[in-house]
């Protein structure tokens, strides 16, 4: 029983202490005051009722008439001034008390029906707001698909027109450069011409790669092979900036259908950009799991980090903090894994380094075996 329940049932039976008390001290003969007395009942039952509903007002008027009924037995029972009114009140309190208590509990039962319709339309709400917010993520997404695939467009479009005046450039190129003397100066020049034509050229194929990156997905590729075939390839570049490569993968690893030159272009970048942020030397981590149907590949270095603020930004085109980088590396390799049913997870506290990890679906077939 809470706090104003019991002053609400105190207050009740002290009005009715109250006026019993009245009732039973003052002579019969001051008639008029009991007729004001009788009435006063009704403060008590009428309250019991509203305050406690059925229950109140009835059990309220039944305790009024039990206290109220000796006096009238014994006090005016021997009088000849009784009159039948006074039983009659009897009935009325009880009548009084059953009606408001069954007014007060219609009033109570439709409170609560309001408050359920008000809390269940609360819940809607909350559900209508939450898939509003979902929808506006969705078009955030689809938003920054079409700007991706309208700079695929147009990246295509140009690295076309751009690749075929390199080709002839760096054919030229190279024919000056041969034709002259290695100790010439202008020979220097000649090959930077061509090294500049190449870095030109690299770019043009990573726009197209990033314009059309998911040509043939369907042949069964050992992660490993794409694995070691990235480790020969950096090799050197390893050893330059005394980076330690710890490689902790089983020979054969479960079969992930999807292209073997993209996924190795892919953990290219990875490595790549590992090497890059680790330029004074550092160790970087490849390791694989297989967990259900799951197959995850880590890189982790011990470089800078990326601050959190920037985790997002390092997938999208164009973002690069290298001089020479053209932000497109994990652009690509985003698409690539994409095209592959995976995804990519980025982990990294500035300052003690940074893991992608890639999580790619193992072959239907595999799972069989
Ligand atoms: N392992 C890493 N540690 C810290 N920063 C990284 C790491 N990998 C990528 N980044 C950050 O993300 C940026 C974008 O990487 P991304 O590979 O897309 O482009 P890039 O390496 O700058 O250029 P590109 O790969 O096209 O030559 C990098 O410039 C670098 O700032
Ligand atoms: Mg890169």
Redesign the pocket.
């Given at each position: 029983m809470n706090r104003q329940t019991v002053i609400r049932l105190l207050i009740i039976v002290a009005l009715i202490l109250a006026v019993s008390m009245l009732h039973y001290t003052t002579t019969i003969q001051k008639a008029h005051f009991h007729d004001i007395f009788r009435r006063l009942y009704y403060i008590p039952i009428v309250l019991g009722g509203l305050w406690f509903t059925l229950r109140g007002g009835l059990g309220t008027a039944i305790v009024v008439s039990v206290v109220y009924a000796p006096h009238i037995l014994l006090q005016w029972g021997h009088h000849p001034g009784i009159d039948v009114a006074q039983y009659l009140e009897i009935l009325v309190y009880n009548v009084i008390g059953t009606l408001t208590g069954f007014l007060s509990q219609r009033e109570l039962a439709q409170k609560m029906r309001y408050l359920k319709t008000s809390i269940r339309l609360e819940e809607s709400y909350e559900k209508l707001r939450g898939q509003a917010d979902q929808l506006l993520e969705i078009e955030e997404q689809l938003r920054r698909a079409d700007r991706l695939s309208a700079m695929g467009e147009l990246s295509a479009g140009m690295a076309h027109e751009i690749r075929n005046p390199l080709a002839s450039i760096k054919g030229t190129a190279e024919i000056l450069r041969d034709g002259m003397d290695r100790r010439d100066k202008k020979y220097e020049f000649a090959q930077i011409l061509v090294r500049e034509v190449d870095r030109l050229e690299n770019?043009v194929r990573?726009f197209l790669s990033f314009a059309r990156p998911d040509g043939g997905v369907h042949e069964e590729v050992q992660i490993s092979a794409a694995l070691s075939d990235v480790l020969i390839l950096t090799r050197q570049q390893a050893l330059k900036s005394q980076v330690e490569i710890r490689y902790d993968c089983q020979t054969t690893l479960p079969l992930i259908t999807g292209n073997f030159e993209h996924l190795k272009q892919a953990f290219l970048?990875?490595v790549?950009?590992?090497l890059?942020?680790?330029p004074k030397g550092g160790v970087l981590t490849i390791q694989c799991e297989v967990n259900q149907r799951i197959l995850r590949i880590a890189?982790a270095?011990t470089?800078?980090?990326?601050p959190k603020e920037?985790q997002e930004?390092?997938?999208?085109?164009f973002?690069?903090?290298?001089q020479?980088?053209?932000?497109?590396?994990?652009?690509?390799?985003h698409r690539i894994i994409d095209a592959h049913g995976g995804r990519i997870k980025l982990e990294?506290q500035p300052g003690e380094?940074?893991t992608?990890t890639v999580e790619l679906p193992i072959d239907k077939r595999e799972e069989n075996l």
């Open positions: 770019v990573d970048n990875f790549l950009n590992a890059q942020v680790m890189f270095d470089g800078p980090g990326i920037l930004r390092v997938f999208n085109p973002y690069t903090t290298r020479e980088g053209t932000g497109l590396g994990l652009a690509i390799t990294s380094g940074a992608f």
